[in-house]
C-alpha cells in the first residue's frame, strides 16, 4: 500500500485555525503524514508577515507533521498570479513531490477558495487527488464567484464552514453536490482559546471596557477610495462616542496606511474619547477574549459575527449602505457578506437598534436565505440556473424601498427578472423584436456621430 499525505494549505492564521479546530473533532480520516502549506497571498509577501511567524501559531503548528511554504515553493512567482500552464502540469507535479518527500504518496488535499490561485493550482498539480474545502468566512454564503474547471469541482467532496449565521446554508459549490458539513463551535473556540494564550501583551486592555473598531482596508479592493474609507473610519469612532465609549481601540489592517491611525487619534481626542491602536498581529477573537470589548464595530468583516455567535458581544455595523451602492461588478464575491451585515447586524447609528438587537430567530434566517438566493442567482446566473424560480418569486414578492438597496435595475434588467422596469412595460426584457431593434439603433449610433 503506497503512503498517504494531507496536504492542509492555509493563508491566514483564522484559516489555520479553521483547520486546527477539523482536526480536533476527528473530520478527517487517517493519514500516514499531514503537511500544513502555508502561502502568503500578501501584495508584497516579502514585507508582510506569513501565518506560521504570527502569535500563537507554534500550538497549531504542532498539529502537523511539517510545515511548508508555497511562496518558497514557486519562488520569484507570486501564489496569487501564478497556475501552471496544461502541458508543464506533470512537470510541476514531479518538482513539488521532490521538494517535499512525496514520492508515490497518495494525495488528499484540503484548500480554502478553490476557484483562485493558489487553492487552484494545488488542486490542478495533484490531478487524481480528492479535494476538500473549507470555507473563507461570510462568502461561503454566497455563490461560487467564477466557473470551476468540472476536473477540480468533481473531485471536491466537501464544505468544512464554521457556523457564523446558525441556520443558514452555504450556496458556494453547490452547483457540484458539495454537502457542507460544520466545523463543532465549541472545538473552534477551543482552538481560538490556545491563540489567546500567548503572551504577547495587547495594548487597550482594562476597564472600563473599550469599544472594538475593525478596520478592512477596502480601497486596497477597490470598493471605496482612500478618502471614502478614511471617513468611514472616523463614522466608526464618531458612532461609538455617540452611544457613550470613550475608550476605543481600532484594530487596523495589517498593510493599511499609518495615517489613518493618526486621523482617528486625533478625532478621538476632539470628542474627548481616548483611542488605543491595536497593531499587534493577532485575530480580532484574540482580541474579543482578551479585551472583552463592550461593543465591536465594522463594515461587514467576518469577525462582526464571530463575536455576536461566538462570544455574545454587541456588535454594530457602519457603512454597509455606501459598499452596496458602490460595489461593482455586482458580481463581486463580496456583495453577500456585505448584505448579510447589512440585513442581520444593527446600524451604529441608531442607538436603540444596537442596544436592542438580539441574534435573529430562524424565520429571519429564512429570510435572509431567500434573499441570498435571489441574491446569489443575479450575481452568477450561468453557475446556478436552478435558482431562477426562487429569484424571481423572491423579487415579485419582497422587492420594496427596503430590499432594493441588495439589487440594481440594470443587473435585473438584463436577466429578465421582476423589478427591472414598470409592471406595464415587463414584456420587453423578453421581447426579442424590441432586443433585436435596441441592437440596431446602438450599432448606428457611432455612424450618426460621425
Known sequence: MPRTTHIFCASTLYGAATLAAALDAGLFGPA????????????????????????????????????????????????????PRANDIPMWERYVRL???????????????????????????????????YADGLISYGPTRDKIDPLVGTRIDRLLHLDLVPGLTPLLLTEFGVRPELVPTETF????????????????????????????????????????????HLRMVRGAVALGHRRLVFKPHPVAPARWSRMLQ????????????????VLAEVAFQRLRPALVVGCFSTALFTAATFYGLPVARVGTDTVLARLTPY???????VTIADALLPDLGDAAAVSGWRPPSRERVDELAALLGAVGFAMQPKIYPGLRGAAENYLARHLDTDTWRYFKRRRLTALALPGAVPAQLAFIPRNATVRRLARRARALTPRTRR
Open 99 to 133: 521538494l517535499w518527500g512525496l514520492g508515490d504518496d497518495q494525495v488528499r488535499l484540503t484548500v480554502e477558495s478553490v476557484q483562485v490561485n493558489p487553492a487552484l493550482a494545488l488542486c490542478q498539480l495533484f490531478t487524481g487527488a480528492p479535494v476538500d474545502v
Open 331 to 337: 458580481q463581486n464575491s463580496n456583495r453577500v457578506p
Open 266 to 281: 486625533q478625532e478621538a481626542d476632539r470628542l474627548g474619547a481616548e483611542l488605543t491602536l491595536l497593531d499587534v498581529p
Open 32 to 83: 500516514d503524514r499531514r503537511l500544513l502549506l502555508i502561502t502568503n497571498n500578501a501584495a508584497n509577501p516579502e514585507t508582510t508577515p506569513s501565518v506560521d511567524r504570527m502569535p500563537g501559531f507554534a500550538g497549531i503548528g504542532d498539529r502537523f507533521d511539517k510545515v511548508l511554504s508555497w511562496n518558497e515553493a514557486i519562488a520569484p512567482l507570486h501564489p496569487s498570479g501564478w497556475g
Open 189 to 232: 473556540l477551543k482552538v481560538l482559546g490556545e491563540l489567546a494564550e500567548d503572551e504577547t501583551e495587547l495594548p487597550g486592555a482594562g476597564e472600563p471596557r473599550p469599544a472594538l473598531l475593525l478596520g478592512q482596508y477596502l480601497s486596497a479592493l477597490d470598493i471605496l477610495g482612500a478618502a471614502e474609507e478614511e471617513e468611514l
